[in-house]
């Protein structure tokens, strides 16, 4: 069993930055793929970028891709997601997830979910 827990969001404008931190507990976290996701209002939850156990190996949404960068601290339990240039496009609530299995894109592949962390991009 994994509790995971975001924080660090908020209200930023354009072109600004924030980071996202997801502190975990429970066992075997290292072992864990992770992943970022987001919901805008009225939208389907939607992959933002996602990381292999070992962090080593990310894969990103074209919509960030270049602006966002996933990292995790396996001593720490906790996966980052640094956000930067932001654009009104990228409010949404935030989640972060994790899943025993390798890392996806696909929301039903991961087994944990965050409560999320509000975003909000002014232009």
């Known amino acids: 069993q994994v509790q995971l827990v975001e924080s660090g969001g908020g209200l930023v404008q354009a072109g600004g930055s924030l980071r996202l931190s997801c502190a975990a507990s429970g066992r075997a976290?290292?072992?864990?793929?992770?992943?970022?996701?987001?919901?805008?209002?009225?939208?389907?939850?939607?992959?933002?970028?996602?990381?292999?156990?070992?962090?080593?190996?990310?894969?990103?949404?074209?919509s960030v891709k270049g602006r966002f960068t996933i990292s995790r601290d396996n001593a720490k339990n906790t996966v980052y997601l640094q956000m930067n240039s932001l654009k009104p496009e990228d409010t949404a609530v935030y989640y972060c997830?994790?899943?025993?299995?390798?890392?996806?894109?696909?929301?039903?592949?991961?087994?944990?979910?965050?409560?999320?962390?509000?975003?909000t991009v002014s232009s």
Do not use: C, L
């Open 29 to 62: 976290f290292s072992s864990y793929a992770m992943g970022w996701f987001r919901q805008a209002p009225g939208k389907e939850r939607e992959f933002v970028a996602t990381s292999i156990w070992s962090g080593v190996r990310t894969y990103y949404a074209d």
């Open 97 to 119: 997830a994790a899943t025993r299995f390798t890392s996806s894109v696909h929301v039903n592949d991961y087994e944990y979910w965050g409560q999320g962390t509000q975003v």
